[in-house]
């Protein structure tokens, strides 16, 4: 469980809406099970709503599991919207665009929290090939990693 500060998540989740209303979040609904990239590339080129994976969305950094679920249609809508391939290198890309889109907007914690579910996390993936532990980016974020 990640107990993170009300103040923190408040500013955390404001931050998300108005990087979502900036960027435009394509379309989605939520599945049950993690169906991979394909389906939302799929769905990118008909037009379709993505399908976004809702498992795994209660005790992040987020606060809550629909936040959780708007963070990941916002990442893939950056995939999509940027050209940023669904691989690890496609993942810095895409921390790099969330980080620039959070300087324009002035949103600097935000900025940490998107690196660290971004880049941190893909990077973990590829080194222990699992997803870190629930509480990883507010750990990192308490260590102060950007």
């Known amino acids: 469980m990640v107990a993170i500060p009300t103040e923190l998540k408040q500013a955390i989740q404001n931050g998300l809406?108005?990087?979502?209303?900036y960027v435009g979040v394509y379309p989605f609904y939520v599945t049950i099970e993690d169906m991979g990239f394909e389906p939302v590339i799929e769905a990118y080129n008909k037009m379709l709503p993505m399908?976004?994976?809702g498992g795994e969305s209660h005790s992040t950094i987020w606060g809550s599991a629909p936040f959780n679920i708007l963070f990941r249609a916002l990442?893939?809508?950056i995939h999509l919207k940027y050209d940023c391939p669904f691989t690890l290198d496609g993942e810095l890309k895409a921390s790099r665009i969330q980080g620039e889109i959070c300087d324009i907007l002035g949103l600097d914690t935000l900025k940490q929290i998107l690196h660290i579910e971004t880049a941190e996390q893909a990077l973990y993936l590829e080194k222990h090939g699992v997803f870190p532990p629930q509480t990883f980016t507010y750990d990192m974020f308490l260590e102060g990693v950007n």
């Open 51 to 53: 399908p976004i994976w």
């Open 75 to 77: 990442h893939d809508t």
């Open 17 to 21: 809406l108005k990087v979502c209303d």
